[in-house]
């Protein structure tokens, strides 16, 4: 696996070694050996002249501005995260954009409308992307989207997970699938969250209007802005929401306002990629209000113990965070 990575850094892995590095990458249990395989890459610095603009124009220039960020030095701490993004961004890119390479190679032996690619964030990771109809996408951790390489009558995409939506507007329906149900818009803003392990479900309307219809239900539910269908014991309901709570996660930021503690920790697990424990029910009351943006899961669970009558523990072992009530 090693001699792999190291050909992918390089640009030199054959289509036929993408499938196995890509499954490598985006099994859980890996993360550790990624993280080795992938250090001596981190350490070396990082130019656009090292890349080549033809071949990844992309990374090129989020490389060059990078750079250019790191001159301003009000920047520093924000600029310091960054880059080691880009570090990491070697073994993402390669997790998000395998399926892409290798349909891509396989193209011309059928209808790019029959191909499917299918778009995969591991644990821990954001990013955005565009669809065929210019239409912009963000994907929250641990989310899954599948979509064809060239829409027909309708724009269909398929999705698990979290994602944002900037639908381009034409007269083709764009249709986002999940295992709750369909949510069909021609042109709008949306958030959509339907994660299958947490057997929940929300639609978040910015801007336009969007309609929701149940899996196996004959009547859907239109949202205007402002409004949000969630998923209840006893089916699905709508409520006004302040959207940014529900939205700012695209931009690098998790709002809270009066979020029960579960639920509280459930983002967090998902945002940094870790495991926290909550032995103690009693802890279930509690509410968390505030802002998490640049700082790192050790900030977060100083600022969690100092704001609320709790303590934890990390085991260094297991990796795995323990958060308990004060005595």
Same mark, same amino acid.
């Given at each position: ?42 350490? $070396?610095?990082?130019?656009?002249? !090292? ?35 880009? *570090? ?16 891509? &190679? ?10 499917? &690619? /299918? ?14 109809? @210019? ?16 829409? $027909? ?7 698990? @997970? ?24 021609? @042109? ?15 639609? /978040? ?9 149940? /899996? ?7 949202? *205007? ?6 998923? /209840? ?6 409520? &006004? ?10 931009? @690098? ?26 032995? !103690? ?42 958060? $308990?009530?004060?005595?």
């Amino acid at each position: 696996m090693k001699n792999l990575f190291k050909k992918y850094y390089n640009s030199v892995l054959h289509p036929d070694e993408f499938p196995k590095v890509s499954a490598f990458i985006t099994d859980k249990k890996n993360e550790f050996m990624i993280f080795s395989l992938m250090k001596p890459f981190w350490n $070396k610095e990082i130019n656009a002249e !090292d890349v080549n603009p033809k071949t990844n124009p992309a990374l090129y220039e989020r490389i060059k501005e990078a750079i250019s960020l790191e001159n301003q030095k009000t920047m520093r701490r924000k600029i310091k995260i960054y880059a080691w993004g880009l *570090r990491v961004a070697a073994v993402l890119v390669l997790a998000l954009l395998v399926s892409t390479i290798f349909f891509f &190679q396989k193209a011309g032996q059928g209808q790019l409308a029959d191909q499917i &690619q /299918t778009i995969v964030t591991p644990p821990g990771a954001k990013t955005n992307i565009t669809l065929p109809d @210019g239409s912009l996408v963000w994907l929250n951790s641990e989310t899954t989207l599948s979509y064809p390489l060239k829409f $027909k009558h309708t724009r269909p995409v398929t999705l698990v @997970g979290e994602a944002y939506f900037d639908v381009e507007k034409n007269n083709k329906p764009f249709v986002v699938i999940t295992n709750y149900g369909d949510v069909e818009v021609k @042109g709008t803003s949306f958030n959509v969250k339907a994660y299958t392990d947490d057997n929940a479900f929300e639609t /978040t309307l910015e801007e336009g209007i969007v309609a929701f219809k149940a /899996t196996g239900e004959t009547e859907g539910i239109t949202l *205007r802005p402002g409004e949000q269908v969630i998923k /209840t014991d006893k089916g699905f309901a709508v409520t &006004q929401v302040e959207t940014k709570y529900f939205t700012s996660w695209k931009e @690098g930021k998790l709002l809270f306002n009066r979020e029960p503690f579960p639920l509280f920790i459930k983002k967090l697990e998902r945002w940094y990629n870790v495991s926290i424990e909550c032995p !103690d029910h009693e802890l279930d009351e509690l509410w968390y209000t505030g802002t998490i943006e640049m700082e790192s899961i050790s900030e977060v669970m100083e600022m969690i113990s100092k704001a609320s009558p709790v303590t934890y523990s990390f085991n260094e072992k297991t990796r795995v965070f323990t958060i $308990k009530k004060k005595k």
